[in-house]
């Protein structure tokens, strides 16, 4: 089906280990987007990219690392994990054009470090 | 970069129309303002946003203040299901990539 997927749902790891979550969307969206929420709390932009190649700092991104060798996949990497990145990860895309591009968000993936 | 401001929460009862308020005094010429929902613990879902115009769908009204400073969005007839946390966001073509949400406004529909 069409739309943008994130995996894994739910992941535990331990304190240092690395690990990756992927995102993966199917409409060519340029713009593409990793958010942070806290418990209680809105979401907080770790990093984007406006196309293939081209990635940007959000608001958080230390202690992450993200690559976008293809337009449709967009993963982000914690390389060595803390427990303050206990958090659900959500992905997004977006058209190029602002006037009509609305985030399409992905169902996020639970991450618990332990 | 534009910022909004919202309230923490807000209650309606079911059936009355929900109206939230954002704040975006900072709005730059081309940035569009852009309504959004959180249910529980989902993905936040798209519900509309207009540059300077009145906006109408399906899903609720965006009435936007003629300085651009402000700008609120209408439920007609909020039900239970409306439920949510709703965030306001400003986005642009000199800002496409790093809008911010914050923490939005919880509005909780009561029998």
Redesign the interface.
């Known amino acids: 089906d069409a739309g943008i997927t994130q995996s894994p749902r739910y992941k535990i790891t331990e304190t240092g280990r690395q690990v990756t979550l992927m995102c993966h969307q199917t409409w060519s969206h340029s713009?593409m987007?990793w958010?942070r929420q806290d418990l209680g709390?809105?979401?907080?932009?770790i990093y984007?990219?406006?196309a293939a190649d081209i990635t940007?700092k959000?608001?958080v991104p230390d202690g992450y690392v993200v690559s976008r060798s293809k337009t449709e996949n967009f993963p982000l990497t914690l390389e060595s994990a803390t427990r303050s990145q206990t958090s659900?990860y959500?992905c997004?895309s977006?058209e190029?054009n602002?006037?009509k591009?609305?985030?399409?968000?992905?169902?996020?993936t639970?991450l618990t470090v332990v | 970069d534009a910022k909004t401001t919202q309230p923490p929460s807000m209650d309606c009862a079911e059936g009355r129309a929900a109206n939230l308020p954002c704040n975006h005094s900072t709005i730059s010429g081309?940035?569009?303002v852009?309504w959004?929902r959180q249910i529980h613990?989902?993905?936040?879902?798209?519900i509309i946003?207009g540059?300077k115009n009145n906006e109408t769908n399906e899903m609720a009204s965006l009435i936007i203040t003629e300085d651009r400073k402000s700008s609120t969005l209408i439920l007609p007839h909020a039900t239970l299901r409306d439920t949510a946390?709703y965030?306001c966001i400003v986005?642009?073509?000199t800002n496409?990539?790093?809008?911010?949400?914050?923490?939005?406004t919880t509005l909780t529909v009561k029998p």
């Open positions: 713009y987007f958010y709390h809105g979401l907080r932009l984007y990219s406006a940007d959000g608001e659900v959500f997004a977006s190029l602002t006037g591009g609305s985030y399409t968000f992905g169902s996020g639970r | 081309n940035e569009y852009y959004y613990s989902q993905g936040p879902q798209y946003h540059l946390v965030y986005r642009g073509y496409a990539g790093k809008s911010t949400f914050g923490d939005g």
